[in-house]
């Protein structure tokens, strides 16, 4: 799809050291070796050394240039990232022994390589649950001091040739925040049109999702869409955004002009905000399983510096491209 080459492209022209914590899972270890392939990297694979070189010897790739392995168990930065966890975590009651075997723990040792300024950007979540992943980047990493809250979303790159003439979109948020209400729906949709510019470089159009399209049904669910999109135009009123709107009115032009008569963005969202996690997380799914999409996350934003999840049902080339996206979060450029 070319939206991933595209995004491939502009990542390799912008060095950047990227920490995966899961460095002996074998699609973990292919997508690395495509993304240096590629022009990306540096690169660091954490983890148990043997297992990893095993899987490196397997590829044929022992001594890849730009790549390093990390063992927590007998890595010189250990002692230092224990203290450092120990620091971080000391005011919720954790001990300097809690701390060392903390540091320990490939995710957060890959975490702090970020806090520390050893590395750029992580990548883990191939083996680890969302939780796990997700954890270790709000402990360690943390929220931006000017972010709302952290969220995520994915890059849906569409089938070449798909019958909407679309070819990527983002979907927010489908693997973070559980149940927003409509002050952190706003603010997810905020950052994700951020997203929309920074990665695709495409003007966002914002369709806040639900049940109902404006008002076609009345219930407290409804009211929190309205409400974050009254909280977004307050906040953003540069941000072209609509809602509530069913899937199909802000996707489908023609039933985006029946159902929502005079909007902009209906039937032209490309930026679409999920009401909680059930529907985004169930929704992306099905549009990359039964839709042919490549989903590209869970993409964190609003952290400090970057690091993002995969799913656990994640290929190589999925490695691969959310290397390429970190890379590109990690080296922000001017808008020119
Ligand atoms: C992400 C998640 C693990 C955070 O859970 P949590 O119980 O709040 O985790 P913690 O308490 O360890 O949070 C760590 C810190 O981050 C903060 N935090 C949690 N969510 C945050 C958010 N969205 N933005 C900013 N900070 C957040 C917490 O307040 C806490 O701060 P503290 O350490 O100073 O107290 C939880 O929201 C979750 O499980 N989400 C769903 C993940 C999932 O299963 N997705 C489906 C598959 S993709
Ligand atoms: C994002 C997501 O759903 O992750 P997993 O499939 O690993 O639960």
């Given at each position: ?111 702090l390589m970020v ?52 070819s990527a979109m ?93 909007s902009d963005v ?71």
């Amino acid at each position: 799809m070319s939206v991933l080459r595209d995004l491939q492209t502009r990542a390799a022209a912008r060095p950047a050291h990227i920490v995966l914590s899961e460095g002996h899972d074998p699609r973990v270890v292919a997508g690395a070796l495509a993304a240096l392939d590629a022009g990306m990297g540096p690169i660091t694979l954490v983890g148990p050394a043997a297992e990893i070189n095993a899987q490196l010897a397997r590829a044929d790739a022992t001594g890849a240039k730009a790549l390093t392995i990390q063992d927590p168990e007998t890595s010189p930065l250990t002692e230092a990232y224990a203290a450092l966890y120990f620091e971080l975590r000391k005011h919720k009651g954790v001990s300097e022994d809690v701390a060392a075997r903390a540091a320990r723990d490939p995710l957060n040792f890959a975490a702090l390589m970020v806090r520390n300024g050893d590395a750029d950007g992580t990548v883990g979540g191939a083996v680890a649950t969302t939780s796990d992943t997700v954890r270790a980047a709000l402990q360690m990493i943390g929220k931006a001091p000017d972010a709302a809250l952290v969220s995520s979303f994915f890059l849906m790159a569409l089938p070449d040739g798909h019958p909407s003439g679309r070819s990527a979109m983002v979907f927010g948020d489908c693997g973070l925040v559980i149940d927003p209400d409509a002050g952190e729906l706003a603010a997810i949709a905020a950052q994700s049109a951020a997203s929309c510019a920074q990665l695709l470089g495409d003007a966002p159009k914002i369709g806040m999702l639900s049940f109902s399209t404006k008002g076609s049904a009345r219930h407290e669910r409804v009211t929190k869409v309205t409400d974050a999109l009254a909280i977004l135009q307050r906040d953003h009123p540069h941000l072209p955004a609509d809602g509530e709107l069913q899937f199909d009115a802000a996707f489908v032009p023609d039933v985006g002009a029946s159902k929502a008569p005079g909007s902009d963005v209906a039937g032209h969202a490309n930026v679409l905000i999920f009401p909680n996690l059930d529907a985004g997380n169930i929704g992306y799914k099905i549009a990359q399983r039964i839709g042919g999409c490549d989903a590209i996350g869970p993409v964190l934003q609003g952290l400090a510096r970057p690091a993002n999840d995969l799913s656990r049902g994640c290929t190589a080339q999925d490695v691969t491209n959310i290397i390429a996206v970190t890379t590109l979060q990690a080296t922000p450029q001017e808008p020119s």
